[in-house]
């Protein structure tokens, strides 16, 4: 925990400015961001977007003597840690656990034999990691003007792994290990940790940021924030960054309540902008979005102002979210596991339809019943000794339907030892051994027969093995067993206890998994065939020629293959060598051998859209598999997940069509890329010629048999005219499958990039664009006796000004996206003169069209915050952001207020004394430029101005201007 407390912290604001120039410095604590990153990892793996298991061999050292055979490693969640921060820079340790897998040193000495030297199996408790520094890095998205930070595993730097001890084999195996997670697809190697949103007019409104890592200080354990040095619109120039560490103070204190941190992030405004802080608009600085739509909360007396203003808080989970308990879990195969649903607050959600899948083996999945109890797979059905998979819970929020998951994994063992396996000789020294068990309880150790050497038990799980000073058997194998005590679970660790080095050689040295039903032949290079024998040191089987078969019930999960030679059938060996077998209780699983079906179609035919970049035309992909035939029973074996998730949209050139980030809603306005595909479903509607939204996007088919799944995903393009895709995918024996490799219905498709309509400049009515006035408020006065003025005689009044847009001039298209170049609100006075009181200024009102369907109308009309302060300066009449209620926006329509005053003083800039902040001419007598998205994903910029001052009453009228 950080050394910093409150105290500390207004004690050196009091001091000295810390902004150091910036408009505002946020700070974010490192336990909230992994929080967000454990979220972010099991989201992405029930979307596809997940990396899958992996094997590699890897040289340990230049001469290659040692080499790490890793086996099916998985990788638990990115974390991020701050011990190798330091200011101004951004850099920060992050580690990925390895939560399954076998790991095993092999010794290839010149003019020995290949041998194993240990080898242990990987759990989410064995506390080995993969590391790597990595600079936090940026996206900015054109459409809803946010700048995203994250974290892009691709751009990590400085690798290690500690599942060696050594550091230059750590560095070798984490730079191998890199160059693994290099390969795999981009969008599976970037985790959103949070960001800004850009498209504000507000002096507290975000510009730029720029990102920095500091660690926390008097903490040896990682502990840090993530730093944001805002540039914002009340102070629009960078400021500087901290010389160093010692330079500028921990932002979070580690003030704690009842055992809990009191906060877990901070943020320091300006002492030159406070004076913009009101009811209204401390949400815009406080508005720091993260993954889920999570915010920073301001905490219970978290406002102090030693100088500048210190606003300490937390980001507590949003009211429509929810979190499955436990998050990740490990399940004994056939045992079971209570899962609960919780919303933010703790408490449980009843109701929720629950199901589950399998990430890896299609066949190998669990069950799930309604209220949450899921069972995992049996060993049968396993086709590895972890098996992961998924628990999903849907529950409706706001009428709704809302979805969550939590990430499970069947195992065949609850433990893990480290080694599991060791080869060791009388010369060696004592070996240590450690126990990982789920409940955390003491382990009772035992020495099996032959009961060679001796054991001592540690504390924490550890116990330590000394080898016999000498042993008769050239090769003997002396096994452990380490028992939970709470749980009654039992593993076992297998020393390979040799009287010499054997010369024989047995090729593989060591095969680290080998399931029922399965066989491995083995062979020697050194013993000639004929004058070979075979036997077996524990459970399973080997013939004469060298094939070993386990046993159809183990029991023991380490044997020995040993392969001698003897002149005499009496007399001694005169070579001999083994090969270590680790068994499993699992069996070998049938894959699917042929596609019956593969296709990519266009739900209704809908094969077109806009060339924008943002309107989508979603594709429905169909594989559907042979079955496969054991034993005179058809088995049916659809595509499993990491399958389907390789899957892509290939064009007729054979490249294959990039993927935008998850975040992003479609290739970007100045965007060079013609085509993109995205995995989810974005906010605009899909192509119709005539009447918007006519086409509906449509569920993905249930699979109609077992062999059966669909994905589904979404083209964009920014090109005009037609083009050809295909679909491709990978199988999980590296195998390319294309869809038009089967020629049949639905083996490629024709897609369209429609024109854009091109808008008419002319506003008006029967035109596409059109502003329309309507009255909502009359001050004192009346009407014009005979022409119906409905401004000479009323000096008050509130106008509505609707914008309107029809394409083609016939069809209603709502927006969807709203932002504000510059100055929200324009003003003009009746006349130039330093008496005038008469006084315009517009105001705006904007429903975000939302394609879920939830209408969020604005709490009140929006006036640039320059113009607040020139009314408090010079106004009388206090203003009314009110919305007259029955001409609130509606869904998609930009509204503009018109607000005429009689009691406005004239204002010119020389007045403001040269504070940049009160150059309210500059700024408010522009016109107001908003940048729309339509509902179809088509983008318009508009200019709302008053009519040209020469003009008689010109501040009376709103004009409109097509840019």
Not at 564 to 581: C, E, W
Not at 825 to 833: K, L, N, R, V, Y
Request: aromatic share 8%; proline share 7%.
């Amino acid at each position: 925990m950080s050394e910093q407390t409150l105290e500390k912290l207004l004690a050196t604001m009091r001091e000295k400015p810390i902004n150091l120039g910036w408009g505002a410095v946020a700070a974010f604590g490192r336990d909230r961001l992994n929080e967000f990153l454990r979220k972010s990892y099991v989201d992405s793996s029930s979307n596809f977007r997940r990396i899958k298991p992996f094997s590699m061999r890897v040289a340990l050292d230049a001469n290659r003597v040692a080499m790490a055979d890793l086996t099916d490693l998985v990788f638990g969640p990115p974390q991020v840690s701050f011990e190798s921060s330091a200011l101004p820079g951004s850099e920060v340790t992050l580690s990925l656990e390895v939560v399954a897998g076998t790991f095993s040193l092999v010794g290839e000495a010149t003019g020995a034999p290949r041998r194993l030297a240990y080898s242990f199996d990987l759990s989410e408790h064995s506390g080995f990691r993969f590391f790597m520094a990595l600079d936090l890095s940026t996206i900015v998205a054109e459409v809803d003007r946010s700048g995203r930070f994250v974290l892009n595993l691709a751009e990590g730097t400085k690798w290690s792994c500690n599942m060696v001890a050594e550091w230059p084999a750590q560095e070798l195996l984490g730079e191998a290990i890199f160059g693994y997670l290099k390969q795999q697809p981009a969008e599976n190697l970037i985790f959103e940790l949070g960001g800004l949103n850009f498209n504000g007019y507000h002096p507290l409104s975000p510009m730029s940021f720029h990102l920095a890592a500091q660690r926390a200080p008097g903490t040896e354990d990682g502990d840090g924030a993530l730093m944001v040095f805002c540039r914002l619109r009340g102070i629009d120039e960078n400021g500087t960054l901290p010389a160093d560490e010692d330079d500028y103070p921990y932002l979070i204190p580690g003030d704690r309540a009842n055992g809990k941190r009191l906060y877990s992030g901070a943020l320091v405004l300006n002492r030159d902008l406070v004076e913009w802080i009101d009811e209204h608009q401390l949400d815009v600085i406080t508005r720091m979005i993260f993954p889920g739509q999570q915010a920073f909360v301001e905490a219970t007396n978290g406002r102090h102002q030693p100088g500048d203003l210190l606003i300490l808080g937390n980001v507590p989970e949003q009211p429509q979210s929810a979190t499955i308990e436990p998050l990740y879990a490990s399940v004994k195969a056939g045992r079971q596991q209570q899962f609960r649903l919780r919303r933010g607050d703790g408490t449980e959600i009843s109701g929720a339809l629950w199901t589950t899948r399998s990430l890896d083996t299609p066949l190998a999945v669990g069950s799930v019943n309604s209220s949450g109890l899921y069972t995992a797979p049996p060993v049968t059905l396993m086709n590895r000794d972890s098996v992961p998979g998924l628990v999903v819970a849907e529950y409706m929020f706001e009428g709704q339907m809302q979805r969550t998951t939590a990430l499970v994994t069947g195992r065949t063992e609850l433990m893990s030892v480290v080694p599991r396996i060791y080869v060791v000789g009388p010369a060696d020294g004592p070996v240590d051994i450690r126990v990982s068990t789920l409940s955390g309880g003491d382990v009772a150790w035992e020495l099996l027969e032959p009961k060679l050497g001796t054991l001592s038990g540690q504390p924490d799980g550890r116990a330590v093995y000394t080898p016999p000073a000498s042993v008769e058997p050239l090769i003997t194998l002396q096994k452990i067993r380490c028992t939970d005590r709470v749980t009654g679970e039992s593993i076992e660790s297998a020393m390979i206890v040799l009287r010499d080095a054997p010369v024989g050689v047995v090729e593989p040295p060591f095969v680290p998994s080998i399931r029922r039903g399965s066989s491995v032949p083995f062979f020697s290079t050194n013993i000639p065939e004929p004058m070979a024998y075979w036997r077996v040191i524990g459970e399973g089987t080997v013939d004469d020629k060298g094939l070993f078969t386990p046993p159809q019930e183990v029991t023991s999960l380490v044997s020995l293959v040993v392969c001698g030679m003897k002149t005499d059938p009496s007399g001694p060996d005169l070579i001999t060598g083994y090969a270590v077998v680790q068994l499993s209780e699992v069996h070998e699983q049938v894959h699917w051998r042929e596609l019956d079906k593969f296709s990519v179609t266009a739900p209704g035919d809908l094969r077109k859209c806009y060339r924008n970049g943002m309107q989508q035309i979603p594709l429905v992909i169909e594989v559907i598999t042979k079955p496969v035939n054991v034993n005179g029973i058809d088995i049916y074996i659809p595509l499993s997940d990491p399958e389907l998730a390789s899957m892509r949209l290939v064009d007729n050139s054979g490249a294959e069509v990039p993927f935008l980030p998850e975040a992003q809603d479609g290739i970007e306005f100045d965007s060079p890329i013609p085509y993109a595909t995205h995995t989810r479903k974005n906010r605009f509607h899909l192509y119709s010629p005539n009447v918007v939204g006519l086409n509906r996007h449509q569920p993905l088919p249930q699979a109609r048999n077992p062999a059966q799944r669909f994905r589904e995903l979404f083209m964009h393009t920014r090109v005009e005219g037609s083009r050809t895709f295909y679909a491709r995918f990978q199988d999980d024996y590296g195998g390319i499958h294309n869809s038009r490799d089967l020629v049949a219905e639905g083996h490629q498709i024709e897609i369209t990039g429609e024109q854009i309509p091109t808008v008419d400049p002319e506003v008006g009515p029967n035109r596409e664009f059109d502003i329309v006035r309507t009255r909502v408020f009359n001050g004192p006065g009346t009407d014009g006796p005979e022409d119906n003025d409905e401004f000479s005689y009323r000096l008050t009044t509130v106008d509505y000004w609707d914008v309107t847009y029809k394409r083609s001039g016939v069809y209603a298209v709502p927006f969807t996206t709203l932002e504000i170049e510059g100055n929200a609100s324009t003003i003009q006075w009746e006349s130039e003169q330093m008496d005038e009181f008469l006084f315009s200024c517009t105001s705006i009102g904007f429903q975000e069209y939302r394609h879920d369907g939830n209408e969020r109308p604005p709490i009140r009309l929006e006036f640039d915050p320059y113009f607040r302060f020139l009314s408090r300066t010079a106004g009388g009449t206090p203003l009314n952001d009110a919305f007259e209620e029955a001409h609130r926006p509606s869904p998609g329509e930009l509204m503009f207020g018109l607000h005429r005053m009689a009691d406005m003083a004239y204002w010119y800039d020389e007045m403001g004394e040269g504070d940049p902040n009160r150059m309210y001419r500059e700024r408010l007598d522009r016109p107001v430029i908003c940048v729309m998205r339509d509902v179809e994903g088509n983008r318009h910029r508009l200019q709302v101005s008053f009519q040209p001052p020469t003009l008689p009453d010109s501040r009376n009228t709103l004009v409109l201007n097509i840019q």
